[in-house]
């Protein structure tokens, strides 16, 4: 407890000095980002920080503890702006590590016992170390997160959903197929059956490499789900070797309508919505 | 994992069934769930808000909004304290029912979420558990 | 009580659902539906449920069980308006509805009817699907 207090007390008093050294620290780190982040701007988050540690540690150095959430809920902040600014994680956490060296300091100058001071600097060196560590992770969780953005703005990119004709859409599907994006394009599908009143949409795989069996079995619930909806769907564009693969997975395609071309799914569809195509007379002496 | 909100309604008749449908609904969009992902979790809350009316003569449910990392997510988890369920293994087999379902209130509500976990115990009651992640 | 309306359109009748179905009035429905396709002596149904923010495994049924009943009744039903998120829930779920007619709106319900009972009318009894 007693040593707690000590660092608490120290803190306190020292205020002044431990920021002015801590912002002179960030100033020369070769991690600074002048580029992005302006020195009032540093200096003014340094001074925030400190006033909350301060506050926080006169009730101890257990950051679990409830009083030290307002020091991590301002970590979260700042963290979350510098991974959007463009902060490295090393550049992110010497926020963190660069006060060891100005509370070392102040504390090597108050603390006179040699076995006080030992565990003076390891409690501090122990709670800026956790404090540390919280904000790696806060930087790579915020990282996750612009990823897992970015992925779900490319899955929308990569799904467009074609008018062919009056009644008759297609979605041309190209790549891997995997699960969560199976979905995506499925939903999109759905949505834009609803928006444009068709009543058949033509799924075409041939740009699909390899169809497996929860990408199969995607498809035939999204065929399912349309024909809830009052929509029929066509499957074009299987290769002899999907077809296998198919056959061989044990999936049942005998109620979906499957054709070997996109053109002959169009064809069928016209069909079906009672559209018929004729050669103009013109194409028909030619040929 | 965090807990954002945790809150317990019961289930003692046909409205609330419905009532924990809206509130399953509400949730969800507190979680921002999509639109698939919250008519997943709300179907299967009224799928399993129903057994509990029905099999386990009313009881409650307690739903959590969660926080994991970046993840997002609700779990419910409902209980009642009726005759239990004598053969797990049966009753989550699709088609399975005891008498007025389609029997698809167990296998069809686990395919909806993510997480499921049940126990039963015969003459104590049932507790099951789902949870859904964005 | 509460109920739900069900309005008459020629010769089917349309029934609009736009409230949460709760358990009792999809009963209600049921048995009220029943009646009317008898004393309109109604060819077909069309069930509207373009508002309906969800269909748990008890509306299925009784969606289900509404096409059976009017089929016995000489009537046809066709079901409109599902939204995707609920179509994708349904079959996941594990009900497809079977046997039961479907449309993207009324008006696309209107024309499947009236092909079925002409169809009907020209003796060739089969009803696809």
Request: hydrophobic share 45%; with cysteine.
């Amino acid at each position: 407890m007693e040593k707690r207090t000590k660092l608490a007390e120290i803190v306190k008093n020292q205020h002044d000095v431990i920021l002015n050294d801590w912002v002179e620290f960030q100033l020369n780190a070769t991690t600074l980002r002048r580029d992005l982040m302006k020195e009032s701007e540093l200096r003014e988050q340094s001074r925030e920080f400190l006033g909350l540690f301060t506050q926080a540690v006169q009730s101890g150095s257990d950051i679990g503890e409830t009083i030290w959430k307002p020091v991590k809920d301002f970590l979260g902040q700042i963290t979350r702006s510098r991974v959007l600014l463009g902060f490295t994680p090393s550049e992110t956490a010497t926020f963190i590590f660069s006060l060891k060296q100005p509370l070392f300091d102040v504390i090597r100058a108050a603390v006179k016992d040699p076995k006080d001071l030992v565990a003076d600097l390891w409690t501090t060196t122990t709670l800026l170390d956790k404090l540390g560590l919280y904000v790696m992770e806060l930087h790579q969780q915020n990282r996750e997160e612009v990823i897992h953005r970015q992925q779900e703005e490319l899955l929308e990119l990569s799904t467009p959903v074609v008018q062919l004709f009056e009644n008759i859409l297609a979605l041309p599907l190209i790549g891997t197929l995997d699960s969560a994006r199976t979905q995506v394009v499925m939903e999109n599908l759905l949505q834009r059956i609803v928006e444009t009143g068709a009543m058949i949409s033509i799924i075409d795989i041939t740009g699909v490499p390899t169809v497996d069996t929860l990408v199969a079995q995607h498809l035939l619930k999204t065929v399912a789900a349309a024909r809830l909806m009052g929509a029929d769907c066509i499957i074009s564009g299987i290769r002899p070797q999907i077809a296998q693969t198919i056959v061989h997975l044990g999936v049942d395609l005998s109620e979906v309508t499957t054709k070997a071309t996109l053109a002959d799914a169009f064809m069928i569809a016209l069909q079906r919505t009672g559209a018929t195509v004729t050669k103009s007379a013109a194409t028909k002496t030619k040929g | 994992m965090a807990t954002l909100r945790d809150e317990i309604y019961p289930i003692r008749s046909s409205d609330d069934i419905v009532k924990v449908r809206q509130i399953t609904r509400e949730w969800a969009l507190m979680q921002t769930f999509s639109l698939v992902d919250q008519t997943k979790i709300v179907t299967a809350a009224s799928e399993l808000a129903r057994n509990t009316l029905e099999h386990g003569h009313g009881g409650e449910v307690r739903i959590q909004a969660l926080q994991e990392g970046s993840r997002r997510g609700l779990r419910l988890t409902f209980v009642d304290q009726g005759p239990g369920i004598p053969d797990l293994a049966k009753a989550l087999q699709d088609g399975f029912t005891t008498g007025n379902g389609m029997g698809l209130g167990l296998s069809g509500s686990k395919r909806l979420v993510n997480d499921f976990d049940i126990h039963s115990e015969t003459g104590k009651g049932t507790t099951v558990m789902i949870a859904r992640w964005k | 009580m509460e109920r739900i309306p069900i309005l008459k359109m020629g010769r089917f009748l349309l029934v609009t659902v736009q409230v949460d179905m709760h358990d009792r009035l999809a009963m209600t429905l049921q048995d009220d539906l029943t009646g009317r396709i008898v004393k309109d002596r109604a060819h077909g149904v069309l069930i509207d449920i373009s508002s309906l923010e969800i269909v748990d495994s008890f509306i299925g049924r009784m969606i289900g069980n509404i096409a059976s009943m009017a089929r016995v009744l000489d009537a046809e039903t066709v079901v409109v308006g599902m939204r995707p998120a609920v179509a994708i829930t349904l079959v996941e779920l594990g009900l497809s509805l079977p046997g039961v007619r479907t449309a993207l709106n009324v008006d696309r319900g209107v024309e499947l009817l009236k092909g079925c009972i002409e169809e009907r009318a020209q003796g060739n009894g089969h009803v696809a699907g």
